[in-house]
């Protein structure tokens, strides 16, 4: 038996024995969310120190229009709705309710990505026009990184919902609750970026 | 290291890897992890010490000779970052938080033993891409801070693969950092009170604590830092608009509270080795768990005092002023613990005890200098001079690195059922603490008379004091070969151990040396007083 063979062997075998304990997987999410939390908290940290002490410079353009992050906003908060509704339907055994919810939601995230791009194309300064101009793309950009990553997710566990006798069923809710904490975290940090780098 | 079990002692003979291959494997168990983080990292230990025999003999001499100004900056960026992200770090956490916090909290694994493997094999490949960078256009130059605009304006390659190798390094600490979290609150064994676990798991609960907290800060500092090298964007630099301090707030939000997370274990380790060896219960229990958590808790508030020569407001000195002199009341607590300890105690003279009581006497000085550092008008007295090297090296190395080596002492007999031979252990103890020493105090000396750190060359004034320094590293070089030596000799035909050579009461001892696979033949013992000594071994369970 290779190394590699009987470490699965024995990693079979630890889930048995955890299988005594309570789960601790979304333990290990959450602590993982306040970790990633703390990576905003440090631009955010960040944004508002520059915008404290570092006066934009004559002639530097840094202007926001509301509508397009708005409607994100509210993109993203229905967002959140109906991934609960996808929970709630798994929950019920409804399992192709759950999927369409998932899809609906995943498609959600989607809009929100393109939204996101098309008002990066029509702001009227770039990355390296000035500070706050790199500010904002580097928050919003490293917040779309983690929708992206959150659809495709969502997608991952839509697929999975489908197969019959696939991994999501009403027993093993623990992809969908992660990937739901997920994305409510992501919301979450959305709602603050929205209101520190376009309200404030 | 072959680990040899009988047949009958667990019934699931069949699975345990085999032979020393399965530490060059993705192996999911604990201990072998433990140990694949304490060898990597005493690699990288060789490879910095080196780099730090290379700084002290190109000090020997005022001028810069040994090597040009350029790669002495190269050698001494690449001598933090390796001994800081590649042997501190990982060893005192990775190392020995692996092997010990699932006998400590009764368990057959760590709770994600995937993320646990994972989390070691990142480290490997950064290092070695941090070693190699050096070759490749030469390695960054801006100090294992990187401050900006240093870091912006030195060659860019060497620091964008340094900022790629801190990167992973510190996915791998955060990973790890989840994992001693969740198995020490929701992995204990059913029975096993918080209040009764040994004291390594509060000291790693709480440098995970600080781990999860304050390393993501630092990866997204890095993330701008790279995008002002490659991007030219001007967060941190000032001709784009950018603010240099900022970088500085977050960079220290992170490497203040690293400062903890490399030696709060190193306490942690110690609170359980001297028991032991002293033959007493801890000292105060209750009031050495409540200093850990006050030492994180005011950790996290203290970041600012690195900066007072950084233009910091009067009210912002004030207040890191006070809240690092604070973080003395928990340190000081612990370190009265540990003399009360061994006071009355009957205490073995071994190489453990010995490395455990230099980390004492060691730390308790570079604790002090650490008080005075905390003060604003004496800090810009010795701000960036050998006053403050001399003061960090004497926490980790003269605490943390100590307490490394007392600890393999240690748990040597644990790993592989052997003794490491006492007399050369108790050489390696006597070098490395004269060579210790006798490098870093007059560095105490050199900065106070306003030697800088950092650069190659100084004022001939200061040669004597430097030559002592350096014959102190020569001393410290030297007394890794009676270390070598001794684990290889002791490794092939050192006296058998038996399962439990030191008597200890901490559960790691009550199962065979070296462990089984899944740590306990039956069901893990219950071990309310870990450091119930000097009652009758047969009161206990």
């Known amino acids: 038996m290779t190394t590699l063979e009987s470490s699965k062997e024995i990693q079979k075998n630890n889930s048995e024995v955890n299988e005594t304990h309570e789960d601790f997987r979304m333990f290990g999410l959450i602590t993982f969310l306040i970790a990633d939390g703390m990576t905003f908290a440090g631009f955010f940290a960040a944004y508002l120190t520059y915008k404290a002490v570092n006066p934009l410079p004559d002639g530097a353009i840094y202007e926001l229009e509301l509508p397009i992050p708005t409607l994100n906003t509210i993109l993203l908060l229905v967002s959140s709705a109906t991934f609960h509704k996808a929970g709630k339907a798994l929950l019920k055994d409804k399992n192709s309710d759950s999927q369409k919810w998932l899809f609906f939601t995943a498609f959600l995230g989607i809009i929100f990505l393109i939204c996101q791009l098309f008002e990066y194309f029509h702001l009227p300064f770039g990355l390296t026009d000035n500070l706050f101009a790199s500010t904002f793309y580097a928050l919003t950009g490293f917040h779309g990184l983690h929708v992206t990553l959150g659809t495709l997710m969502i997608l991952i566990i839509a697929w999975q919902s489908r197969i019959k006798g696939g991994r999501l069923t009403s027993q093993n809710m623990f992809p969908l609750e992660a990937v739901e904490l997920y994305w409510h975290f992501v919301d979450g940090i959305w709602v603050i970026l929205f209101i520190i780098l376009y309200l404030l | ?541």
């Open chain 2, 1 to 541: 290291m072959t680990i040899s079990i009988d047949p009958q002692k667990t019934n699931n003979e069949s699975l345990q890897p085999k032979g020393w291959l399965r530490y060059f494997s993705f192996s999911l168990d604990h201990k072998v992890i433990g140990i694949q983080y304490l060898v990597c990292g005493f690699l990288f230990y060789l490879i910095g010490g080196t780099l730090a025999s290379a700084i002290r003999i190109e000090l020997a001499s005022p001028m810069s000779d040994f090597m040009p100004r350029d790669v002495y900056n190269q050698v001494l960026t690449l001598h933090g970052t390796i001994m800081i992200f590649l042997w501190i770090v990982p060893v005192v956490n990775g190392a020995f938080g692996n092997y010990l916090i699932p006998f400590y909290v009764g368990a057959r694994d760590m709770a994600f033993p995937r993320l646990n493997a994972v989390a070691f094999w990142l480290i490997p490949p950064s290092g070695l891409m941090l070693v190699a960078s050096y070759f490749v256009d030469g390695a960054a130059q801006a100090g294992w801070t990187a401050y900006p605009p240093l870091s912006i304006t030195t060659p860019q390659s060497g620091q964008i693969i340094w900022i790629l190798s801190v990167l992973l390094l510190g996915g791998s600490s955060i990973f790890g950092g989840i994992n001693f979290i969740a198995t020490i609150i929701k992995l204990r064994r059913p029975g096993l009170k918080l209040m009764q676990l040994p004291m390594y798991c509060w000291a790693m609960l709480g440098t995970s604590l600080l781990v999860v907290l304050s390393t993501p800060v630092l990866a997204g500092t890095l993330i701008l830092l790279s995008f002002d090298i490659i991007a030219n964007t001007g967060f941190f630099n000032p001709v784009l608009g950018g603010n240099v301090v900022v970088y500085q707030h977050l960079f220290w939000f992170y490497s203040h509270p690293a400062v903890y997370i490399m030696v709060l274990p190193a306490f942690g380790l110690v609170s359980e080795i001297l028991p032991v060896h002293a033959r007493k219960p801890l000292f105060g229990y209750t009031t050495m768990v409540f200093s850990i958590m006050g030492i994180v808790v005011l950790g996290l508030v203290v970041w600012a005092h690195h900066m007072f020569t950084s233009g910091t407001p009067p009210w912002m000195r004030l207040f890191f002023t006070i809240a690092t002199a604070f973080i003395a009341v928990p340190t000081g607590i612990k370190f009265f613990n540990w003399v009360a300890t061994l006071w009355g105690g009957k205490i073995s003279i071994n190489s453990a005890m010995l490395f455990s009581c230099g980390f004492i006497i060691n730390f308790v000085f570079g604790g002090i200098t650490g008080v005075a550092l905390a003060q604003v008008p004496f800090d810009i007295h010795v701000h960036d001079t050998y006053f403050v090297v001399a003061h960090f090296h004497y926490i980790v190395y003269g605490g943390t690195v100590f307490i490394i080596f007392s600890s393999i002492y240690h748990w040597f007999p644990k790993v592989t059922g052997k003794m490491l031979n006492e007399k050369l252990g108790i050489l390696h103890f006597i070098i490395t603490f004269i060579g210790f020493n006798l490098c870093f105090a007059p560095q105490h000396w050199l900065g106070l008379n306003g030697m800088p750190r950092r650069v190659a060359e100084y004022d001939p004034q200061f040669q004597f004091v430097n030559q002592i320094s350096s014959l102190g590293a020569l001393l410290m070089a030297i007394s890794t070969i009676p270390f070598l030596i001794n684990v290889f000799l002791s490794f092939r035909n050192g006296k058998d151990a038996g399962d439990n050579p030191w008597n200890a009461l901490t559960p790691e001892w009550l199962t065979s040396s070296p462990p089984p696979v899944e740590n306990w033949e039956g069901e893990a013992p219950l071990v309310e007083e870990p450091y119930g000594y000097g009652k009758e071994i047969s009161e206990q369970k």
